[in-house]
């Protein structure tokens, strides 16, 4: 059977294959991409509008990217890192549509303004605390601070709705916070690829194998879900964006670096309200501070979202546990994954855990007034029957050894890359998407370091990425300049809009 050859393969049509593939084709017209969904479309996972927040995380509002360290301090260095990388995604994505290589901004992108709320004098106190020092650097310099409830009745009408009389409140905002639809932009960048030169796409389309060959190319035999027609495909440089489907794939690669990685399955729950008397009423993405044992990734919020045009609310997320690493997955998929090689480390952070297996268990068996309680704290009038419940995406969290030898669990994102550069693979959650081109650079920098010494593609970086090779935390100057364009380009600026 003839292979088919690619310089690289993309396995998984979500935000991180796509925005992949979009930069090598930026950077190289004539590199041969082929990309493999197992999905009858592409974007349909955790890329998906309703499978995420779509919320373009920046560190405005996230509480939980500014956690307190032992001594009561709180370390700003993860809001500082997420906003610079954000950033980063705002530069490609404003390039993109300046070369009309994506369409206007509002099919993908709108104002949101990202605000925090709390209550209660200990957390009006960490609020008050995480503003001054976030604003003290020009990157969080537009960040507005209240504890007047009026201000905070403008900002979010519907939180403040019979609010008790007297409690301590406090809110932040900024004002060009984003709603993303990452979805309808990943299948927009692929509709873009479609249109280039040497790009196939294959959709309904299992990986089987990927075996390293002696010529130091990867073979990939994949397979037709509807007629079992195997295809082999050949591959200078394979990259597995596939979500939680990343694990087992790249554990099938046999690469040392996999080793010792296991998977902590997350599902996800929204509340969601599409009726426009109350949805008009919110234009916000507000976050508050998760419960007591609850995961990073259940930090509940109330959120504007903007989908085909049509705005709509949502609030959660609600967690949970199960056995699948996707959501069009199988129950089989977490039992699948455990090799002799990641046994101790997921039974450690198993043992370690137990509390937190307990909060997603309960997560699961709420009932809907129990869900609709939690959204109470965000809008007071809530009426029950005005949300249903909608099923989100699935997250898989990072198990690997700790120096001990045990295991520890990570709620964040990981690249994985072989020894040669030939074979990649992102691991984890959140941020997730809206990091997606550090994440991608990242993997250009340690799979393609000779193209990317080159004066070609240095300069080509700098043209879609002027940030890149500089420090948005310590180039202030460079920071307002790229802002400046990007809030411009994508539409993000107007007050108008803001308000």
Same mark, same amino acid.
């Given at each position: 059977m003839t292979a088919r050859t690619a310089d690289v393969l993309l396995v998984g049509a979500g935000a991180m294959s796509a925005t992949l593939g979009v930069?090598?084709?930026?950077?190289?017209?004539?590199? +041969?991409?082929?990309?493999?969904e197992r999905l009858d479309h592409v974007a349909q996972e955790s890329t998906d509008g309703w499978n995420n927040a779509g919320t373009g995380h920046a560190a405005y509002c996230e509480l939980n990217y500014t956690p307190k360290k032992p001594d009561g301090s709180l370390d700003t260095t993860k809001a500082f890192n997420i906003n610079a990388a954000f950033e980063q995604s705002l530069q490609f994505w404003s390039y993109l549509v300046e070369q009309q290589a994506l369409p206007e901004p509002g099919r993908f992108i709108n104002t949101a303004p990202?605000? /925090?709320?709390? *209550?209660?004098?200990?957390?009006?106190?960490?609020?008050?605390?995480?503003? &001054?020092?976030?604003?003290?650097?020009?990157?969080?310099?537009?960040m507005e601070y209240t504890e007047d409830a009026a201000l905070i009745s403008e900002w979010m009408p519907l939180v403040m709705q019979d609010r008790p009389a007297g409690e301590p409140v406090a809110a932040t905002r900024v004002r060009y916070g984003t709603d993303v639809n990452f979805g309808d932009l990943s299948r927009l960048m692929v509709d *873009?690829?479609?249109?280039?030169?040497d790009f196939d796409l294959l959709v309904a389309h299992n990986v089987n194998t990927l075996t390293?060959?002696?010529?130091? &190319?990867?073979?990939?035999?994949?397979?037709? #879900?509807?007629?079992?027609h195997i295809t082999p495909i050949t591959a200078d440089f394979v990259f597995l964006g596939a979500g939680g489907g990343a694990l087992p794939l790249l554990q099938k690669t046999g690469i040392a670096e996999g080793h010792?990685?296991?998977?902590?399955?997350?599902?996800?729950? *929204? !509340?969601?309200?599409? +009726?426009?008397?109350?949805?008009e009423q919110h234009h916000a993405k507000v976050y508050g501070k998760a419960p007591l044992g609850a995961p990073p990734m259940s930090v509940p919020? %109330?959120?504007?979202?903007?989908?085909?045009? #049509? +705005? /709509?609310?949502?609030?959660?997320?609600?967690?949970?546990?199960?056995? +699948?690493? %996707?959501?069009?997955?199988s129950y089989s998929d977490l039992f699948k994954s455990i090799r002799p090689s990641n046994i101790g480390p997921i039974v450690s952070?198993?043992? &370690?855990?137990?509390?937190?297996?307990r909060y997603l268990i309960s997560e699961s068996l709420q009932s809907h007034e /129990? &869900?609709? #309680?939690? !959204?109470?704290?965000?809008?007071?009038?809530?009426?029950?029957d005005d949300w249903e419940l909608s099923i989100a995406g699935q997250r898989v969290q990072i198990i690997k050894k700790d120096p001990a030898g045990g295991g520890k669990l990570e709620f964040g994102t990981e690249v994985i890359v072989s020894a040669d550069g030939t074979m990649s693979a992102l691991l984890g959650a959140s941020p997730g998407a809206s990091t997606a081109v550090q994440a991608m650079l990242s993997i250009l920098e340690r799979s393609f370091a000779d193209k990317l010494k080159t004066p070609e593609w240095q300069d080509k970086l700098k043209q879609m990425i002027p940030s890149y090779g500089e420090s948005l935390i310590e180039n202030t100057e460079l920071l307002k300049q790229v802002r400046q364009r990007t809030l411009s380009v994508l539409q993000l600026d107007s007050l108008d809009k803001a308000d």
């Open positions: 930069l090598l084709k930026q950077l190289d017209p004539t590199i +041969k991409i082929m990309m493999v990202h605000c /925090s709320f709390v *209550w209660g004098e200990a957390n009006v106190s960490f609020l008050r605390e995480r503003h &001054r020092l976030l604003t003290a650097h020009p990157m969080f310099t537009d *873009w690829l479609g249109h280039q030169p390293k060959q002696p010529d130091g &190319r990867w073979l990939v035999q994949v397979q037709n #879900k509807a007629d079992g010792g990685y296991g998977g902590f399955p997350v599902s996800g729950q *929204w !509340l969601v309200c599409t +009726k426009p008397e109350i949805v919020h %109330l959120d504007t979202r903007i989908m085909n045009g #049509k +705005k /709509s609310l949502l609030f959660g997320p609600f967690a949970g546990f199960t056995t +699948k690493f %996707l959501k069009y997955g952070v198993g043992l &370690r855990n137990m509390d937190l297996t /129990s &869900r609709v #309680k939690a !959204l109470r704290n965000f809008f007071p009038n809530v009426q029950a």
